[in-house]
């Protein structure tokens, strides 16, 4: 079995459904999505205009289920959809799409062009015309159990060290406990402070925890090859630990398609309801800060500012909970031209930072988060995706800007009330 | 010949505003449905012009086009057409007259060759030898000839210059037929209309004077901007017409509650024309305001096409059988076809093959 342009054909045709259909029939051909889409902005390139990346899809619905398109196919006058076209969609659909959600927002008749590139990929990698880069990623996400080959020893390393740092127990595999919180593999590679932050936070808020052996990996690359079969596998993983723990939340990491493959896709993607609830950690942060069980002392007078992750604001609709955290805790505090819901992407989301050979497309289009960054002058970028934390870190570094990029959950951990009680020496 | 002086010294010199100038500027883009912008364009442009030689030649007419122009609503903004352009010769309007007239036109047609615009209003016979209008001793036919030669652009002013008009009308003694018929190499534009409606002809100078081109035109070769609906379409008696409320004379209930006169045989339906927008005598209103139908005066041959009180024709048979018939015949097709289509995604998602990580590794 290997994949074949008839076997992505199959898979578009299962894809193509009632919303699919509505939107390529509704859709009035404005060019809004371009506008609004990172990629054409920066490189005023007309094949980036979102749309437009779905035009072998939108083709095939037409010739297959509308009657004008029968027609035009049986008497030759629309062509078939072929594997070069489809190879030649290839850097539309991966390279220059993070399934941010921009596009969605601005179409003024509502269509979610975003859920259809989502759709579209499904097709591409049945075809074979996916990015060397991800599915180099999904594979090792499948077969080691995470797309940055980090495994139970590597945690196992990092929560030793968090334990020796914070002089708290950091609990695996506690049954029975209320939250289970996921990561990312970020977070347990490049940036393991968060193990030590949450520790520290759920101490001081009294919240009962544990991470899982069998299911800590949060990050979900066949959500961004765009497999649901892969998707699945990678996801059931957590949900059978969920289940084993009998935990009654998973918490999603400070990662955005995490976020969006546990919160939105994954029930779908499993067949069945969870017997547990998923929220993302700054949402429970939130919760704990407006029961008062999160207090903070201390402030960082550092101006700083909030990179909004897509998954979040847009498709997530978390927008408030984050900015409620960093009043309390950042006096100086400016908004970017464009935060919150309309904030424009890092670049690398829905595996562009997986795919190698994106990455000069993906500096080029940083322009725009510089001249966000610019436009405020702030000196600590904070932010609630450890994707978007290594693009930023990336970008900024290549345009030689002087910005610390910080995760939300750690600033906060690091102004808790009992903050010097917690450290060990 | 005087150096044409600019559109602003002139305007100046006769005491007019500008903010009337650039109030006309605002309400010319607006007419011609420009981009909101246009305006201060329209104003930038038209103040620096040079005002462009304007021959006008009128051949087998009523005067009722000029007298529409320059006897609308004054002062007006349309009156400023004559400020836009240099006038050179106008017969009915020029104090010359015999052989000082004349000469006026042919200095006029040398010295701005290729540069000026050619305006004509009536026919032009063409039965024995164009004898049925002359002026100066020639014919209409050969007078066109030569000024249309060295013009940059011909206005076909009112219906008879456009499309023939009542000369045309049938049996047509003189041979009468419109200015299009006989000069087929220079830009022509219809501003057609019996008369034509004044905003519209000044509409179109400020568009040739701006934009240094003539105005998108239909089919017809009038403006798409002023000609582009029916009178109908932009009737306030629509909502009657929609509710199926007529006048059947014109003294009954319908008539006086203002419903509509498709019966009493308005040409609405099937005039393309600005009367419902644009209006006439200052925005007082137009016929049908007034009770009357449209007579379809700014459409081809609208004598010849019956009475204006003969209603236009309308489907003989009851449609509404039919129309249920086929709208029930296209919904059970829809359900025939959808159900196909929803069959064909099942059987995808059937035979689709699970994909599996060797598929990522088989390539």
Redesign the interface.
């Known amino acids: 079995?290997?994949?074949s342009l008839q076997?992505g054909i199959?898979?578009l045709?299962?894809q193509?459904?009632a919303p699919v259909a509505t939107f390529f029939s509704t859709c009035v051909h404005c060019g809004l999505c371009a506008e609004s889409c990172l990629f054409y902005t920066e490189t005023q390139d007309p094949k980036y205009t979102p749309i437009h990346k779905l035009e072998p899809m939108r083709r095939l619905w037409q010739q297959?289920?509308t009657?004008w398109g029968k027609l035009l196919k049986k008497v030759g006058l629309s062509k078939p959809v072929t594997d070069e076209e489809l190879a030649e969609w290839e850097p539309l659909v991966y390279d220059s799409c993070t399934l941010c959600g921009r596009c969605s927002l601005a179409c003024p008749v509502g269509n979610d062009i975003t859920y259809m590139v989502r759709k579209m990929r499904e097709g591409m990698?049945?075809s074979?015309h996916?990015p060397e880069g991800l599915?180099g990623a999904?594979?090792r996400a499948?077969?080691q159990g995470s797309p940055m080959g980090v495994n139970l020893k590597t945690l196992k390393a990092q929560i030793k060290h968090a334990e020796k740092e914070t002089g708290l127990t950091v609990p695996l595999d506690v049954e029975g406990a209320d939250y289970m919180m996921v990561l990312s593999s970020a977070e347990v590679a490049d940036y393991p402070e968060i193990i030590s932050a949450v520790t520290r936070i759920f101490k001081q808020a009294d919240v009962s925890w544990t991470l899982a052996s069998d299911g800590f990996e949060g990050t979900n690359s066949g959500i961004q090859i765009g497999?649901s079969?892969?998707a699945a596998d990678i996801l059931g993983r957590i949900v059978h630990a969920a289940e084993r723990l009998k935990v009654k939340y998973v918490i999603s990491p400070e990662c955005g398609h995490a976020y969006t493959a546990l919160r939105w896709e994954g029930p779908n993607l499993i067949g069945r309801p969870y017997p547990f609830q998923v929220i993302h950690i700054i949402e429970l942060l939130d919760e704990l800060r407006s029961s008062e069980r999160l207090k903070t002392d201390s402030v960082d007078e550092t101006r700083m500012t909030f990179h909004d992750p897509c998954q979040m604001v847009r498709r997530g609709g978390v927008i408030e909970q984050p900015r409620n955290l960093l009043k309390q805790v950042a006096p100086n505090f400016v908004e970017m031209p464009d935060a919150g819901v309309q904030n424009w992407c890092c670049g690398g989301g829905g595996g562009v930072s997986a795919n190698h050979r994106a990455e000069r497309l993906r500096i080029k289009v940083f322009s725009r988060k510089k001249s966000q960054l610019e436009a405020v002058d702030a000196k600590l970028l904070v932010t609630s995706c450890s994707n978007c934390r290594t693009m930023l870190l990336d970008g900024l570094e290549l345009n030689r800007m002087d910005v610390e990029v910080i995760g939300l959950t750690e600033l906060i951990a690091d102004h808790l009330t009992d903050n010097a009680e917690g450290k060990a020496s | 010949m005087k150096e044409h002086e600019t559109l602003e010294q002139r305007l100046h010199e006769q005491g007019v505003s500008r903010r009337s100038f650039l109030k006309f500027c605002a309400a010319m883009a607006t007419m011609m449905a420009l981009p909101p912008g246009s305006a201060t364009a329209i104003a930038a442009v038209l103040a620096k012009v040079k005002r462009p030689s304007v021959i006008w030649l009128s051949f087998q007419e009523c005067t009722g086009c000029t007298e529409s122009l320059t006897r609308s609503h004054s002062p007006t903004l349309e009156s400023l057409i004559f400020d836009m352009v240099s006038l050179d010769y106008h017969h009915t309007l020029q104090a010359a007259s015999g052989h000082a007239a004349e000469q006026a036109r042919e200095d006029a047609m040398k010295e701005f060759h290729g540069q000026y615009l050619l305006l004509v209003d009536g026919s032009i016979p063409l039965k024995d030898g164009g004898v049925y209008s002359t002026i100066a001793g020639r014919t209409n036919l050969d007078m066109l000839q030569e000024a249309a030669e060295g013009a940059a652009a011909i206005v076909a002013v009112g219906s008879c210059a456009a499309f023939g008009g009542l000369p045309n009308a049938q049996p047509n003694p003189t041979g009468a037929v419109a200015v299009s018929d006989i000069i087929k190499d220079k830009p022509i534009i219809n501003i057609s209309g019996c008369p034509p409606i004044p905003a519209v002809i000044t509409g179109v100078l400020a568009h040739y004077l701006t934009f240094g081109a003539l105005p998108a035109l239909d089919d017809q070769g009038r403006p798409k901007a002023f000609y582009g609906e029916t009178i109908h379409d932009r009737c306030y008696r629509r909502p009657f017409y929609d509710q199926g409320k007529f006048a059947k004379t014109f003294d009954d209930e319908g008539a006086r509650n203002g419903w509509c006169l498709y019966e009493l045989g308005c040409k609405g339906p099937t005039t393309h024309n600005a009367c419902a927008t644009t209006k006439w005598n200052g925005g007082a209103g137009f016929p049908i305001e007034a009770g009357h139908g449209c007579l379809g005066c700014s459409e081809p041959k609208f004598w010849d096409v019956g009475s204006f009180y003969t209603p236009l024709p309308a489907p003989a048979a009851d449609v509404t059988a039919f129309a249920q018939a086929a709208a029930l015949a296209g919904a059970a097709a829809a359900v025939v076809?959808s159900t196909a289509?929803r069959a064909?995604?099942r059987r995808?998602?059937r035979?689709?093959?699970?994909?599996?990580?060797?598929?990522?590794?088989?390539?």
């Open positions: 079995m290997s994949t076997r199959t898979t045709l299962a193509i459904d297959e289920y009657f990698v049945a074979g996916a599915k999904t594979q499948i077969e497999s079969d892969l | 076809l289509d064909k995604q995808a998602q035979t689709r093959q699970k994909l599996t990580v060797s598929d990522l590794k088989g390539e």
